[in-house]
């Protein structure tokens, strides 16, 4: 097992009860690290919790819509009132659908936006300012490969996942000199309850047995050993960083010959 380095630490996980969230709160569980997830269900979020605890740590959850500034500012203040300061932030909250460009249906649009980019301005916000008044801490906020160029039917996915890239990068600028470090991740096709409920399945494996260089999709645990190495001090030099963990889908124009 990898020694990520993070005993102890406190990790906020936004999304934290299924998918990409919720392998990393579980990896990071293992290595030592205490959690708090927020998610929508209490119901999802307890059985998290319940796998993390098994691993000896605390954790706590928080059942609230990212989209909520009060909600994440009373969040913020349970978790720290229950684990103490948040060292780490994993902004995984997200949602995907699917229209083309012409027929997009502006609630879905409005939805998408509201989720992934005005959820992850409202919980870096909040964590980083107790970050800054803490002493310092690491954020990763997921991107997507959408978010470095796009394809058709994601217009308002690929809209969210690039202003995450522009939130990520000016956080960083704005809090380098307060010791918080923010990066984004960027994956590829992950296989998660998300991606088979948007994507169609020959349309999927094309993608990932076609055109990724490594050939197939990622597992969620792929995305969080990226993600924790970025929270822990291994990469205490890497901030405003856009990491792709797409199996070279972004290096070029690769078909399989
Ligand atoms: P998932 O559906 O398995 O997990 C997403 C979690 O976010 C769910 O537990 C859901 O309840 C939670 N969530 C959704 N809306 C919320 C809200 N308003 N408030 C609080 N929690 C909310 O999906 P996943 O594939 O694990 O996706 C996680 C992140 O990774 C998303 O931001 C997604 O865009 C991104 N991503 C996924 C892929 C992929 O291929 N799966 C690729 C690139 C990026």
Avoid at 74 to 81: F, K, T
Wanted: aromatic letters at 6%.
């Amino acid at each position: 097992m990898i020694d990520y380095g993070l005993k102890d630490r406190v990790i906020c996980i936004t999304g934290g009860a299924s998918g990409i969230g919720r392998a990393g709160a579980l990896t990071a569980a293992r290595n030592g690290a205490h959690i708090a997830i927020i998610d929508l269900r209490q119901e999802d979020i307890d059985r998290t919790l319940d796998e993390c605890r098994a691993f000896g740590v605390k954790a706590t959850g928080c059942a609230m819509d990212v989209r909520d500034a009060a909600a994440t500012r009373a969040a913020a203040e349970r978790i720290e009132a229950e684990l103490g300061p948040v060292r780490g932030l994993y902004a995984c909250a997200g949602i995907s659908r699917a229209h083309l460009a012409s027929d997009f249906v502006e609630s879905d649009f409005d939805d998408i936006m509201d989720i992934n980019t005005n959820g992850v301005f409202l919980s870096c916000r909040e964590f980083g300012r107790r970050m800054i008044a803490n002493g310092g801490g690491s954020i990763v906020a997921i991107s997507s490969v959408d978010g470095i160029g796009g394809h058709p039917g994601r217009l308002a996915y690929a809209a969210s996942k690039h202003a995450v890239i522009g939130l990520t990068r000016t956080f960083a600028l704005e809090w380098g000199r307060h010791n918080v470090r923010v990066n984004a991740i960027a994956p590829g096709l992950v296989d998660t309850p998300l991606l088979r409920a948007n994507m169609p399945k020959p349309f999927m494996e094309d993608i990932a047995e076609q055109r990724t260089p490594l050939g197939r999709m990622a597992q969620p645990e792929e995305i969080s050993s990226v993600a924790l190495m970025l929270l822990s001090d291994a990469c205490s030099y890497v901030t405003g960083a856009v990491v792709p963990i797409d199996g070279g889908l972004t290096s070029g124009y690769f078909t399989r010959g």
